[in-house]
T-cell receptor, first 116, second 111 residues
Framework: SAVISQKPSRDICQRGTSLTIQCQVD?????MFWYRQQPGQSLTLIAT?????????ESGFVIDKFPISRPNLTFSTLTVSNMSPEDSSIYLC?????????????FGSGTRLTVV | KQEVTQIPAALSVPEGENLVLNCSFT??????LQWFRQDPGKGLTSLLL?????REQTSGRLNASLDKSSGRSTLYIAASQPGDSATYLC??????????FGPGTRLSVLP
């Protein structure tokens, strides 16, 4: 299965600033997914990122707040913009195995964000 | 819309016990079901994946079963160890829908 390198692993940020999270995959994948996990909650899908097109956002998430880049088939970034304490969460990227002939989803190691 | 639930929400057992975690889903038209482990503040580690045509999968001390018709999956952990302490998440991959996660079961194995 694919191996994903996600960074930073954690950060503490000031209110009103932005943080960009990066995910690098060791193989080419068609779709990459970005999730948010708020404290004590399960994972919620933010958006699906396809190379060469705009990301598709889920209900409740907007591009101005969570801009996503997908410049090639192995890399994506998620930016959390104009942060507030409510954005404190774990952010995870994921790929599904279909692009590499495997089943199931693989996740990055997560970015633990605290906004103060 | 697919909904996934997990029981129990939390579980605390002494080391060495065998235990069962439960996952239920409302729409049986799934492509596959995957069990993950998550350590505090970390990402997800895939434990087992069961395709819709399969009934169970085994890896070491872990065994996962799938009953699509009843919308249930179980994760069996044999001879539990303190290192098994983590949150266990099940997730279903639906045809034409997103990957849907359950809320997780928080497991503590006491030495």
């Amino acid at each position: 299965s694919a191996v994903i390198s996600q960074k930073p692993s954690r950060d503490i940020c000031q209110r009103g600033t932005s943080l960009t999270i990066q995910c690098q995959v060791d193989s080419q994948v068609t779709m990459m997914f970005w999730y948010r996990q708020q404290p004590g909650q399960s994972l919620t899908l933010i958006a699906t990122a396809n190379q060469g097109s705009e990301a598709t956002y889920e209900s409740g998430f907007v591009i101005d707040k969570f801009p996503i880049s997908r410049p090639n088939l192995t890399f994506s970034t998620l930016t959390v913009s104009n942060m507030s304490p409510e954005d404190s969460s774990i952010y995870l990227c994921s790929v599904d195995g279909s692009s590499t002939g495997n089943y199931g989803y693989t996740f990055g190691s997560g970015t633990r964000l605290t906004v103060v | 819309k697919q909904e996934v639930t997990q029981i129990p929400a939390a579980l605390s057992v002494p080391e060495g016990e065998n235990l069962v975690l439960n996952c239920s889903f409302t729409d049986s038209a799934i492509y596959n079901l995957q069990w993950f482990r998550q350590d505090p503040g970390k990402g997800l580690t895939s434990l087992l994946l069961i395709q819709s045509s399969q009934r169970e999968q085994t890896s070491g001390r872990l065994n996962a079963s799938l009953d699509k018709s009843s919308g249930r999956s179980t994760l069996y952990i044999a001879a539990s160890q303190p290192g098994d302490s983590a949150t266990y998440l099940c997730a279903v991959d639906n045809y034409g829908q997103n990957f849907v996660f359950g809320p997780g079961t928080r497991l503590s194995v006491l030495p």
